[in-house]
């Protein structure tokens, strides 16, 4: 029935520091998703190739330009993992600036990101802007006739605005993420979760 996998979102889609991408012991070594990423187990389980779109840092503004930017095809299943709201991006000609609150801990980006949480950072506008993300991709890919699936990181993030038209799937990766062993850095979901994340996927929303 599909033909590929497609999916988009931040590190918890990525698979960071999974034990073939351990960043806490050679920082940087984000060269490829994890294996052991949900992306990954959901494709095998499917028999269909996958690509993982996930990066880590991305904000919802550079997941949607990611999505508004690939080349889809006919038969494709993607799945979005929409991420936090606390992150931005500035996109300029040949790259993209990531706003985040780790920011802080790095001296060129700190002044940007206290310019961004002291003037910008507004919740309305926030809440706002991330869903017109959400629903431009929506209308995107329903015009394109692409099955997709849309979830979020954290329930946190779930307003009800009376004009947005995406639904999202109840699996929240940030509270599922401390019913099982983390990850190599102590932060991000484990191998557990991913497979736990995985299989309800594929039980629930596909395989029925």
């Not at 052991?36 to 904000?59: H, R, T």
């Not at 949480?117 to 929506?138: P, R, W």
């Not at 699936?149 to 605005?161: P, W």
Request: proline share 5%; hydrophobic share 35%; with cysteine.
């Amino acid at each position: 029935m599909y033909n590929r996998l497609i999916t988009f979102g931040c590190s918890f889609t990525y698979g960071e520091c999974l034990p073939d991408n351990n960043t806490k012991e050679i920082p940087h070594l984000n060269n490829y998703p994890s294996i052991y990423a949900w992306p990954q187990i959901l494709a095998n389980k499917l028999g269909i190739e996958c690509f993982n779109k996930g990066e880590c840092a991305v904000s919802n503004k550079q997941i949607a330009y990611n999505i508004l930017n690939f080349p889809f095809s006919n038969n494709d299943l993607v799945i979005v993992l929409w991420t936090f709201h606390t992150r931005h991006c500035v996109i300029y000609p040949n790259y993209i600036l990531r706003i985040g609150p780790w920011n802080y801990k790095t001296p060129i980006k700190k002044d940007t990101a206290v310019a961004y949480y002291k003037y910008f950072n507004q919740e309305k506008d926030v809440i706002f802007t991330n869903y017109l993300y959400y629903n431009t991709c929506f209308n995107f890919l329903k015009n394109k006739n692409i099955k997709t699936l849309y979830l979020t990181v954290s329930d946190n993030t779930l307003h009800n605005l009376s004009w947005n038209e995406v639904c999202f799937v109840p699996l929240f990766f940030d509270t599922l993420k401390n019913d099982y062993h983390p990850a190599l850095d102590d932060i991000h979901p484990g191998v557990e979760a991913h497979n736990f994340f995985a299989n309800e996927i594929y039980n629930k929303y596909i395989n029925i």
